[in-house]
Structure formats: structure tokens, C-alpha cells
């Protein structure tokens, strides 16, 4: 049977990440989609830290959007406000939009370019000396799994001549960073040739605090959804990924599972569907959590129990998920 004509609808998605890759890919057959994302490239986040140690595994983390969204409209900048019909960007542009797909999960600071990023890695890769230090504000690693977890993470990190210091914070300033020596919380000074730093990034959401979405902000700065994963009191905004206040644990497969709930209702949407025929989308609460500990360790939180050691490095550790991510959007793994 002959495919159905690709609708005229516009769907605009905001965030090139994995929940609006995952979207335009999706939809790109369907309907005019256009993507707004300042960089030139997807990253895939869970192969950052290895990128940082094995440079060239970054060549399959860093995807090119063009290389997998070959009919989308791609610009390369950043929204910075919304009416009830256009995405406006930071170049004074606007976008005219049908339905949107809000995908900002969270400020990336990193460079726009992919062979910038590519050199990133390298250059980090060269500051990288043997003996390491890890500094938390916390009580405990990993505080987005259980106690069981972390403790099992700490213990790996001692074991391999890592010292943590727990309930410290530090101050990262130009000068202290070029001079080389950190003063913690407790006042102690930390001499050091580089550091990296690995706290949380901020929810993608500011642009969106001055617009009629503002009201569906929640008050860590996400955006409430309903089942059909829309934007509380929009008809034709979704959102999807981290940017979500779905009551679950952040992570990119979940993303992928948003993106795919939102491609349905979008296309259903656009051939005229009534409401009572959308999917709905369930919160997963008790996602499995996996952490790599280098190639051949992990630790694993899944609903019954905690494991560490080869089970979790057999699942993760050893391509953490890049080849997956890589086939299913349509790519060698
Ligand atoms: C080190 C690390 C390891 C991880 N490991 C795993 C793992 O193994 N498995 C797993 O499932 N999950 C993992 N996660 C979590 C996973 O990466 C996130 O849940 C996922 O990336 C969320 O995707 P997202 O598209 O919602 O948001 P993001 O990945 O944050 O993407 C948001 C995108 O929006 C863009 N953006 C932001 N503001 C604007 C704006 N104003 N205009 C236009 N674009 C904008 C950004 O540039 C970015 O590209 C890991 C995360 C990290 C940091």
C-alpha cells in the first residue's frame, strides 16, 4: 500500500537532545519538521566521561544532526520565547508552529560545533593524571539511586586509590583554577593539575518563565504534562525528557519512551483522531539505574535489588547503551 502524502503540518521541536532527536526522527516522514538546537550535533550524554579517558570513543557519542535527519529543517540557535503560534530564537528569527515539542531538558554549555567538541575531549584527555580526587556536597555518591548503591560505587572508587571527600563543596573560580589550588568548604586548599566539573546541569526551562507557559512551570522549573504527554492547558505543546515533571528517575531511555508516546499523538493529531484515542504515557518509578564504573564494573539498582560487578558492566559498561542509541535512530551502531 502506498504510503500516505506527508502532511503540511508544522511540527517545530526545541532541543536537539535525546527526547527531540528521538521526535524529528520520528515524525520527519509525517510532517514539516523543524528542529531548533544551537549545536550541530546530538550528543549522546551517557558517553561523555569515557570520551574524556578514550577520546576516540566520542567519534560515535557526537552524531551529526544531519546524519540522521535527512528531512528536517535544522537551525542551529537557541529559543528564547514562545507565543501561542511562533517559537522566537535568539538571531530575532521566529518560527511558525502547528503543534510544538518542548525538548530543552537542560542548558548545555558545551561548544556548538562538533569538531570543537571532538577537540574538547582530546584536550581533556591530556589533562588527565593519574591520581584523582573526588569531591561531593552530599552525604553520599550517587544520590539520584539508594544508599545500597552508592555505597557500593564508594567502595569501588577507595579501592582503586580514589579519595572522596563527602559533605564538601568547592568554589570553582578562574583564578583559584589557573592557579591550581581549590579551597573546600571546611577551608582545607586542594592542589590539583585539572578538574572537571560533574554536578547536575540547569533544567533547560528559563526561556519559557516569561511565556503563556509560564503557569505550567513547576517550582524546580519543570514542565507539568498530562497523560497524553501535553503541556498542562495546551491542546498543541507537548514536552518531553528531562524538562518533564514526570515522577520519575531522569534518563535518556525514558526520554526515548516520551519521544515515541508524543510521535503517536502527533500523527494521530494531524489525521484527525479524537482526543479519546491518544496514548498515554505511565510514569516508570521504579526504572532500573545503571552506573558504570569503568569497562569492566557497575553498579545496577533495579526494583528488587542492588548489584554491583560484572552483571551491571555485562549490560552497560562496556558500549553504555551508545551502540543501541546509534541503530535506533537509524545509524551503525
Ligand atoms: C554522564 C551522564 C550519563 C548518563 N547515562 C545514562 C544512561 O546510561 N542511560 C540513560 O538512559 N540515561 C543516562 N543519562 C541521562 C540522560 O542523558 C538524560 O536523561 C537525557 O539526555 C535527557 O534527554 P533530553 O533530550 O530530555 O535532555 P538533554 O539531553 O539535556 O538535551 C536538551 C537539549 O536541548 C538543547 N537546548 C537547551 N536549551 C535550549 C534552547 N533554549 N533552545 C534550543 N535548544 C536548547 C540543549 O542544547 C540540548 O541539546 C546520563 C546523563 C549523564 C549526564
Redesign the pocket.
Known sequence: MAEPAKSSAVVVV????????FVAKSLQSHAQVVL????DY?????G??RSKVEPLFAERTLIKHTDYLTDVRIIN????GITEKEVLTEDGGSVTYDYLVI??????SATRIRDERLEEFKQDNQKIESSRLQINSGSRLLEFVGPKASKKALDWLVSKKVDVLLNETVEVTSLEASSGTYTISSGEKITADCHFVCVG?RI?SG?LSHSFLKESLDDKGRLQVDKNLRVRGSQIVFA????TDVPEI??????QAHAMVIAKNIKLLINGSAENKLATYTANSSAPA?V?LGRKGGVAQLPCFTVSGWLPAFI?SRD??IGKVRKEIGLKA
Open positions: 526545541v532541543g536537539g537532545g535525546v527526547a527531540g532527536a531548533i538546537e544551537p549545536k546530538l550528543e549522546i550524554p551517557y561523555e566521561l540557535t537557541c529559543a528564547t525538548a530543552t531538558g537542560h542548558v548545555d546541569k533547560g526561556w518531553a525528557g528531562d524538562i531522569k534518563q535518556g531511555y525514558l526520554a545503571l558504570s552497560k553504555l547503551f
